[in-house]
């Protein structure tokens, strides 16, 4: 009896000294925040997180060396700390990341703090033919927050010059989306600034309950695929306070969006605002309550625009884009169900294909400012599933300079209108 007792606590001594050991060891390249780093002060966080900095796992900061081990290592560590943690990329360092997924889940909430430049390698040979989708990938991770004052440099430039929409003779070949978040929940990402994309600056997909603010996207307005942040089979997302340059769609929001709310936003150049493509090869398409307020577009393509494929399926309903200003914007309000971007050209559907998209219960209100092209409004809906629920309230869209007045046209459009509408709503409104 007295021998067991001796073992048993014999065996607690053994069991927890080496739970301190892998305490300590788990908290060795980490620091407590109690400790203070200028990185972080002022920053929202709180004072239980452990610090996990990339210097202190490997990290050179020279933009020359590659610090993607560092940063995965930092990763891993503050990922399998039962404490919420924050892995840190410090200020004024350049960091070189190659391809990298960072898994979750994670035993606790997590934060990427990015205050230095994450930055990719300049050469497309760092990609591998599997990997090439991806720059830098989150997978899986719930309760995680990317943040920070710093960017994230896609480094594009040779991607963009060897895209088959640069140069024609070119074969058309995959290139990397610089961030995506892979079915992660309770995400935020904020203030983060994203630089020449290599393709797509952000991508989100799968996640929900998803808050996007105040990042700045840039890429020129030449840039190939470079869209702005783009919403695929997501739920629960907010996007608030972004500016958003780039040389296609500012947002695009895509298959499986579910109650989206983007507010406050500037775009241009770029494509602006697009819902779609949607029921491109025949396939499904879902979306249903999008919000998008509060939109400034200078010199886009697009302003408020719906895309699908003919011989899709499926529905886009319950959509409102309101308080909107545009400025020399090419096609201000348009929903356009014919549409094809393929590198043959889409044949005429029209006459054979007997289903689409349904489009309804769309809203376009208080949206003011300039058409570059005549028709300010376009309503160019399929004939065998029209647009149903299509309403216009207070518009005023002038042309340009003194290019004479501006016009609407519509095709299978079911719409009404309130308020003022300037062009006013075209005549036939089969
Ligand atoms: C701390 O970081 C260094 C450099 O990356 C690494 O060799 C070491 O294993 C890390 N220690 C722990 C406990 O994670
Ligand atoms: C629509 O989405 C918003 C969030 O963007 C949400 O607050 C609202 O409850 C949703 N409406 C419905 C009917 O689900
Ligand atoms: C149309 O969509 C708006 C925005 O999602 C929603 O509030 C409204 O209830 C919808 N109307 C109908 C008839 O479904």
């Known amino acids: 009896m007295a021998y067991n007792v001796l073992l048993l606590s014999s065996a607690y001594v053994v069991m927890s000294f080496f739970l301190c050991s892998v305490h300590a060891k788990v908290n060795l390249n980490a620091s407590s925040l109690t400790s203070g780093d200028d990185n972080l002060r002022g920053r929202s966080v709180k004072s239980n997180q452990l610090v996990f900095d990339v210097r202190k796992h490997g990290a050179y900061g020279d933009g020359l060396h590659d610090d993607s081990k560092a940063l995965a290592k930092a990763w891993s560590a503050a990922c399998s700390s039962s404490q919420p943690s924050i892995v840190l990329v410090p200020k004024g360092m350049k960091y070189l990341t190659k391809h990298i997924t960072l898994s979750g889940p994670c035993k606790s909430s997590i934060t990427l703090m990015i205050e230095g430049t994450l930055v990719a390698p300049p050469r497309k040979s760092d990609w591998s033919k599997k990997t090439i989708q991806h720059w830098i990938m989150f997978n899986g991770v719930r309760g995680l927050t990317v943040a920070g004052h710093g960017a994230i440099n896609g480094n594009g430039k040779i991607w963009w010059q060897n895209s088959c929409k640069t140069n024609s003779k070119l074969t058309c070949t995959k290139a990397p989306t610089a961030l995506t978040f892979s079915s992660c929940s309770n995400l935020k990402v904020e203030n983060l600034k994203l630089v020449n994309s290599q393709q797509i600056h952000m991508s989100v997909e799968d996640c929900t309950d998803v808050r996007i603010l105040g990042l700045t996207i840039t890429a020129p307005g030449t840039s190939p695929n470079t869209d702005g942040i783009h919403i695929t089979r997501s739920k629960k997302v907010h996007v608030t306070g972004c500016t958003i340059k780039t040389g296609d769609d500012c947002m695009s929001i895509e298959d499986g969006t579910e109650n989206l709310h983007v507010k406050k936003i500037v775009c241009g150049p770029g494509h602006g605002i697009s819902i779609g493509s949607l029921g491109d090869h025949n396939s499904k398409a879902r979306v249903n309550n999008v919000t998008v307020d509060n939109v400034r577009l200078y010199g886009t393509t697009n302003g408020a625009r719906i895309k699908t494929w003919q011989g899709g399926r499926g529905y886009a309903k319950n959509i409102v884009f309101q308080n909107m200003i545009m400025e020399n914007v090419w096609n201000p309000i348009i929903i356009d169900q014919n549409y094809c971007d393929s590198a043959t050209p889409c044949k005429k559907q029209v006459e054979i294909s007997t289903s689409a998209v349904q489009v309804s219960n769309v809203s376009f209100k208080n949206i003011r400012g300039t058409s570059a092209s005549k028709e300010a409004i376009k309503l160019d809906c399929s004939r065998n599933v029209p647009c149903q629920d299509i309403n216009l309230k207070d518009v005023k ?27 006013q709503p075209c005549a036939s409104s089969n």
Not at 402 to 412: E, F, L, P, Q, V
Not at 417 to 422: F, L, R
């Open 397 to 423: 869209l002038t042309v340009k300079g003194d290019g004479g007045d501006a016009k609407s046209t519509c095709r299978n459009a079911k719409w009404k209108k309130s308020g003022t509408v300037i062009p």
